[in-house]
């Protein structure tokens, strides 16, 4: 784990204000060799795929606001807490300013579309049809800004008869086909215990914005992206359309099992550990079955192909079941490397921070926390050889950054102690 130099900071208050501008504060952008220096984003977006999004653009060097309601972002007190400051906030919003302004009112509309005028991207999850009720819609702001990119992250998108209901991931894993095939096959359709569909949605999000950026440099004007969290499951769920399509195929649940390849499956060994095995490669599976002894299986007709291989998953698995039931984790890895066989031990986080390889790889990252104190969290999530990625600073205080960027933009100290004491920041 490595700390970033930029990442220190300091303050001992918890809201926008005097006590708030105490002590060192982060530099607020990245180097200029960064790779997407020079862009700037508006994230307005909550829980979780928009606000996610702008997180790897700001990972990247992107200078990107956060801008919460007055009352605070929902993730600061979503999930896990420390001393009342909400851990999934120091990680969703690292590398970003923090800004509040309550947008449905006149004067944070004002100031807001001031910002728009000087920004390359802003981000939002709103019910549509909100932000044209706030005179904030796509055809205003880029009468102000020609080159604005909206990316607009919501459950069923702009359009269609579900565009108006509320969406979580949750109903985008229900409905994209990634319930029903996952679980049991006498249990019921199983949800992930976390924001998979956000998580993906976040990634799609952070690519159709650069594609848009990059039809922006062509073009000179920027456009709508409209990303229903739907939509990026049904993508990742791989042939399953085509083979309906076809065949008329329905991918039922089959456990930690598949219907493509075996053995396939998560094993348990003799210190109570877990591993999973994965035999998608046929050279692969034939050395996992000679290592375990059952070289025979090998010979027969039908285990020259996954999917037939497949049909035998009984047999398979209790051939490496009990093979692997014989040995601790650390001889059933290591007999596997040997005979590069792929083998994985099933890790919980805790494993995540000891692992040689993600310590090589910097996964995780520490940085100096103002409120906590150093931190670890991940770190960002690809390697570019010429213009790295970098965290360097956490969640920020709620508002911390309110008075620097609204007086960029002409607010002043009179005009903003009136605007906190009507509650618009």
Partial sequence: MTESASARQAGSGSEEGPA?????????????????????????????????????????????????????DPVRSHGASKDGVGLWWKMLSRNKKAITLYLGSPEGQDIFRRMVAEADVVIENFRPGTLERWGLGYEELSALNPRLVLARVTGFGQLGPYASRPGFGTLAEAMSGFAAITGEPDGPPTLPPFGLADGISALTAAFGIMAALRARDRTGRGQVLDLAIIEPMVTVLGPQAIAYDQLGQLQQRTG??????????????????????????????????????????????????????????????????????????????????????????????????????????????????????????????????????????????????????????????????????????
Avoid at 29 to 48: E, P, Q, S, W, Y
Avoid at 49 to 63: H, K, Q, V
Avoid at 307 to 312: Q, V, Y
């Fill in 256 to 425: 930690n099992r598949s219907a493509n390849n075996a053995p396939r499956n998560t094993y348990r060994t003799k210190d109570g550990r877990w591993v999973a095995v994965s035999t998608s490669a046929q050279s692969v599976a034939e050395r996992v079955m000679r290592l375990v002894g059952r070289p025979e299986y090998v010979d027969e007709p039908w285990f020259a192909s996954g999917g037939e291989r497949a049909r035998h998953a009984d047999e398979l698995d209790e051939a490496v079941g009990s093979w692997i039931a014989e040995r601790t984790r650390e001889e059933v890895v290591a007999a596997f490397e040997e005979a590069q066989a792929a083998i994985a031990p099933v890790y919980d986080v805790s494993d995540i921070f000891e692992d040689p390889q993600f310590q090589a790889l910097g996964t995780l990252t520490t940085v100096e926390d103002e409120e906590l104190g150093p931190v670890t969290f991940q770190n960002v999530p690809f390697r570019l050889s010429e213009t790295p990625g970098e965290v360097r600073w956490s969640g920020p205080r709620k508002g911390r950054d309110t008075a620097e960027i609204l007086g960029a933009h002409g607010v002043g100290a009179d005009e903003l102690a009136a605007l906190r004491e009507r509650g618009v920041i």
């Fill in 20 to 72: 708030a501008a105490t002590g060192p504060q982060p530099t607020g952008g990245a180097t200029a060799g960064a790779a997407l220096a020079g862009i700037k984003v508006l994230d307005i977006a909550t829980l979780f795929a928009g606000p996610l999004a702008a997180t790897l653009l700001a990972d990247y060097g992107a200078d990107v606001t956060k801008v919460e309601h007055p009352r605070g």
